[in-house]
C-alpha cells in the first residue's frame, strides 16, 4: 500500500498556510485516500485499478489546492455598509414605526457608498468639517475662559473698570501711573 | 447529472444535516450522500473538504481527532450550536424554494 502521507505531501500545495493547519488536512486527505483504496481492494480490484480509483476521487490536485487555500483564508468581516444592511433588513420586519428608521439607514448607507465612490471630494469634506469644528472648538473655549466663567480673582463681582475723561472730552482706560497709584491708595 | 452549481448550493445544508445525530469524519459524510441520494449525488474531494474547512472556520462544525480500536485515526466533525441554528435556517430556505419553484413549474403531466 503507498505511503498517502507522503503521497499528498507531494501533490498538494498549499502556500500561506500554518503548518499545523497544513499536517492537519494532509493526514486527513491521505486517511480518506486510504479509506478510498482500501474499499476499492476489498472490492476485488488490483492495485493499480484501486491506486487509480483513490487518485480519481482527488480529481484536480491543482484545483483542491487553490480551493483548500480560499477556505482556509479568514472570513471576510462584513463591511460597514453590509453591516447596516443586515441591521435596516431587521427594523423593517419589525413594523409600525420602524421602516422610517430603515429609510434613515438606507440614506446613511447610500450616502456612506457616495463617499466611497468619490474620494477626492471625500477627503475635502472630512478636512473642511474637521477645520470647522477644530475652529468651533477653540472659538468656544476662548468665550467661555474670557466671558461666561467668572475671572480668576477673589471677588470678581467687585471689579470695576475705570475710564477717566481725557482732555479732549473723550473716555479712556489707560491712566498715568502717577494717577493710578493715587488711585489705589484711595481705595485701601 | 446534477449540475455543479445546484450540487454546490446544497452541500453545507447536506453536511449539516448528516451532522445533526451524531460526530462523522469526511468519507463517511461523503459516502452517505452518495448512498442517501441513490448515487446521484458525489462530490468530489475538491467539493467537499474545502466546504468543511470553511464550516469549521465560521464555528458551525468542530473537528478532532479519534482513535479507536482497530481503526486509523480519523477527523471526526460535530454539529456546532451555531451550526444547528444555520441548518435551521437553510432546511427552511430550501423547503420554501422548492416549494416556490414547485409551485411555478405546476404538476408534472408526464
Keep these: 500500500m503507498p505511503d498517502w502521507i507522503r503521497y499528498v505531501r507531494e501533490h498538494l500545495r498549499l502556500a500561506d498556510m500554518r503548518d499545523d493547519r497544513k499536517e492537519k488536512i494532509i493526514r486527513e486527505l491521505a486517511g480518506q485516500m486510504e479509506e ?37 483564508r479568514p472570513t471576510q468581516t462584513a463591511t460597514a455598509g453590509q453591516r447596516i444592511q443586515r441591521f435596516e433588513e431587521e427594523i423593517r420586519l419589525k413594523g409600525k414605526g420602524w421602516p422610517m428608521v430603515a429609510d434613515t439607514l438606507q440614506d446613511l448607507r447610500y450616502g456612506l457608498r457616495m463617499l466611497r465612490k468619490n474620494p477626492g471630494f471625500t477627503t475635502v469634506t472630512i478636512f473642511s468639517l474637521a477645520l470647522g469644528i477644530g475652529l468651533n472648538s477653540t472659538i468656544f473655549c476662548l468665550v467661555d475662559r474670557i466671558i461666561l466663567q467668572p475671572l480668576p480673582v477673589d471677588h470678581p463681582a467687585e471689579l470695576a473698570l475705570i475710564k477717566i475723561r481725557t482732555e479732549k472730552g473723550g473716555l479712556s482706560t489707560s491712566l498715568p501711573y502717577p494717577e493710578y497709584l493715587e488711585l489705589r491708595n484711595q481705595c485701601k | 447529472m446534477f449540475s455543479p452549481e445546484l450540487k454546490k448550493g446544497s452541500i453545507e445544508l447536506l453536511t449539516l444535516s448528516l451532522l445533526r445525530d451524531r460526530p462523522r469524519h469526511g468519507y463517511e459524510i461523503g459516502k452517505l450522500m452518495e448512498l442517501g ?10 467539493a467537499l473538504y474545502p466546504t468543511l474547512y470553511r464550516m469549521e472556520k465560521k464555528e458551525w462544525i468542530k473537528g478532532r481527532w479519534v482513535e479507536k480500536e482497530g481503526q486509523r485515526r480519523r477527523y471526526y466533525y460535530r454539529l456546532m450550536p451555531k451550526g444547528k441554528a444555520v441548518l435551521f435556517e437553510q432546511r427552511r430556505n430550501w423547503q420554501d424554494y422548492v416549494a416556490a419553484i414547485n409551485q411555478i413549474l405546476g404538476p408534472s403531466h408526464a
Design chain 1, 36 to 72: 478510498m483504496y482500501l474499499e476499492a481492494r476489498a472490492a476485488q480490484l488490483t492495485e493499480d485499478e484501486a491506486l487509480r480509483q483513490a487518485e480519481r476521487q482527488i480529481g484536480d490536485w491543482e484545483l483542491l489546492s487553490v480551493e483548500l487555500g480560499c477556505a482556509e
Design chain 2, 37 to 46: 441520494s441513490g448515487g446521484r449525488l458525489r462530490f468530489t474531494v475538491s
